[in-house]
């Protein structure tokens, strides 16, 4: 059972802030969701790999080889703030 | 209306059309780029597959230098300095790109509802929902305001449009096509595909995206040696289809299942012979889909921040703080409860109870169909259980949404390929048929649907256009 508390400390996990509405609202829609997959508990798994990738590539290499990258302009074109050619985040604490 | 004499001028109508359309299936539109392209393409200087063909992208799919918002408030204003390689394909062959299509934001969605910029219309029935999530390329491509486009395909959102506006859609097996550039929601489930009004514009397009490409390290070189458009032959004779009985349960609208067998019996008159199959894990497919879609989804938009690129608006206080405060803005609600979801169900303690175990159950599912497809060479069932609903019908209730897409969702969690090609009518409404295929047997989906079309006259235009 997920409770108001729950949404409010699952939204901090995700950083989105939430409404009292959302919260009350989401409360309410994740419990009848997480109810309906419920179902999975009913089925045997047991002995059964889980499928991360369907075809099973694993790692795939290529040669170290430098090759043309973004200008620094066009990689801050779309950065609402910036400095000196870096992007400017909020503070940490 | 006679033809039109060139590229340019067929162009220049095709935006005529769109910019007095009520379907809203475009967020952006590259009308000067486009008539550019044609004119170029009129004077010989553009040459190409796709040269002079008007060609729509969803907004999930970068372009450079035009606005990519997924539908969503956090990217209004977002435009790519690069193409994804899909488009860099499309470009190479001289496709005149008329814009970028509406869609459930962020892909998440069956209805083109959730989209920040307002929903798309079915041109069947403007007032219902031209299914999602891309609800836009799907509209486009029936509404003759493009002559083919790009869709994604995450949980059915090639197929559910494509059935639900009476065109065609392709969802590639997994691997087939480069992903670079698109903007990821579950990059284990998705991939481009193409929605076109007939097969061989569906396979000529499937033809110029396929193939391997070294800036997708999930994507292999298969198709580097087929040619789909090669296997538009009519002659379904000596084929097995496989009717997987768990695809016409409970729920399936009486119209849809008529259509769907009439589907079958067409085949099997043209020589495929039938037989029913059994792909018991299916019924978990949904919960199994919907967490692993929502546990992939609360990562990879984990990096929405409004830092580098997107939404920053407010004062700036500490980054949690402003982090929160901005993808609460940026975010509509279904993007918020699947990032929520997934983060719940990836948290300490919860991990294996929901995320290991839908993987388990994938894997159950995978196995059914390789079990299934030793006795058969292709499956048939309905893409969607039912004609398209009404906007607002299921918006209140996110698990009705979710249960649409029941028979869409084994595809993607197996990564088989698959086809959504129209075969009926509920009144007015298209009905869409599913034929599902063996890893990277494209080709034989291609050449059974297109032998379906041969026969069949289910290619029709909505009353009015």
């Given at each position: 059972m997920i409770t108001e508390k729950d949404v409010e400390h699952i939204g901090s996990l995700a950083c989105v802030d939430l409404t009292d509405q959302e919260t009350e609202l989401f409360a309410k829609q994740f419990n009848s969701i997480l109810e309906y997959f419920k179902e999975l508990d009913g089925v045997n798994t047991e002995n059964v790999e889980p499928t991360?990738?369907?075809?099973?590539?694993?790692n795939v290499f290529r040669e170290d080889v430098a090759d043309e990258s973004l200008p620094q302009e066009a990689a801050l074109a779309n950065t609402a703030k910036k400095e000196k050619g870096f992007i400017k985040g909020p503070r940490i604490v | 209306m006679p033809a039109a004499s060139s590229y340019a001028e067929s162009a220049q109508r095709t935006f005529e059309r769109i910019e007095k359309s009520?379907?809203?299936?475009?967020?952006?539109?590259?009308k000067q780029q486009a008539l550019q392209t044609a004119r170029d393409v009129d004077d010989g200087k553009v040459t190409g597959r796709l040269a002079g063909m008007t060609v729509a992208v969803k907004d999930c799919i970068t372009t450079k230098g035009l606005q990519t918002t997924c539908a969503s408030k956090i990217l209004t204003g977002y435009v790519p300095p690069f193409d994804a390689e899909v488009v860099a394909r499309l470009r190479h062959e001289g496709a005149v790109i008329t814009g970028k299509t509406n869609m459930d934001e962020f892909a998440m969605g069956t209805s083109t509802e959730s989209s920040y910029y307002g929903p798309t219309r079915n041109p069947w029935d403007l007032t219902r929902v031209p299914g999602g999530s891309s609800g836009g390329s799907a509209a486009a491509v029936a509404g003759l305001e493009s002559r083919m486009a790009l869709g994604t395909d995450t949980g059915g959102s090639v197929r559910c449009p494509a059935a639900f506006c009476g065109v065609v859609g392709i969802k590639p097996t997994?691997?087939?096509?480069?992903?670079?550039g698109v903007v990821e929601y579950a990059n284990s489930l998705e991939q481009v595909g193409p929605i076109a009004r007939n097969v061989p514009d569906a396979a000529l397009l499937l033809d110029v995206i396929a193939g391997g490409d070294p800036?997708?390290?999930?994507?292999?070189?298969?198709?580097?040696?087929?040619?789909?458009?090669?296997?538009?032959?009519?002659d379904v004779k000596g084929l097995t289809i496989g009717v997987p009985e768990e695809f016409f349960g409970e729920g399936l609208d009486k119209r849809v299942e008529k259509a769907v067998w009439d589907g079958i019996m067409t085949l099997n008159k043209l020589g495929a012979d039938y037989r029913k199959v059994s792909l018991p894990h299916t019924k978990y497919s949904l919960s199994a889909y919907y967490i692993i879609a929502m546990c992939e989804a609360s990562s990879n938009l984990a990096?929405?921040?409004?830092?580098?690129?997107?939404l920053r608006t407010g004062k700036d206080e500490n980054w949690h703080t402003t982090f929160s405060r901005i993808r609460a803005e940026g975010f509509g609600a279904e993007v918020k409860r699947r990032i929520m979801l997934g983060t719940y169900a990836l948290s300490e303690g919860y991990y294996g109870q929901y995320y290991l175990k839908a993987l388990q159950v994938r894997t159950l599912i995978k196995n059914d169909f390789e079990r299934a497809f030793k006795d058969v060479d292709v499956m048939a069932a309905p893409t969607m259980p039912a004609p398209a609903f009404r906007l607002g019908?299921?918006?209140?209730?996110p698990l009705s949404m979710y249960l649409a897409d029941v028979n869409t969702l084994p595809v993607n969690l197996a990564g088989i390929p698959s086809i959504s090609v129209p075969c009926g009518f509920a009144g007015r409404l298209p009905i869409g048929m599913q034929l599902m295929g063996k890893f990277f047997d494209e080709p034989l989906l291609i050449r059974t649907a297109y032998t379906f079309e041969c026969n069949t006259d289910f290619q029709k235009l909505p009353e009015g256009f």
């Open positions: 991360y990738h369907v075809i099973g590539l694993t | 009520k379907l809203n299936a475009f967020i952006t539109l590259n997994y691997g087939l096509v480069s992903r670079y800036k997708d390290s999930t994507s292999v070189a298969e198709a580097d040696k087929v040619t789909y458009t090669d296997h538009l032959v009519d990096r929405f921040d409004g830092l580098r690129y997107g019908e299921k918006t209140d209730d």
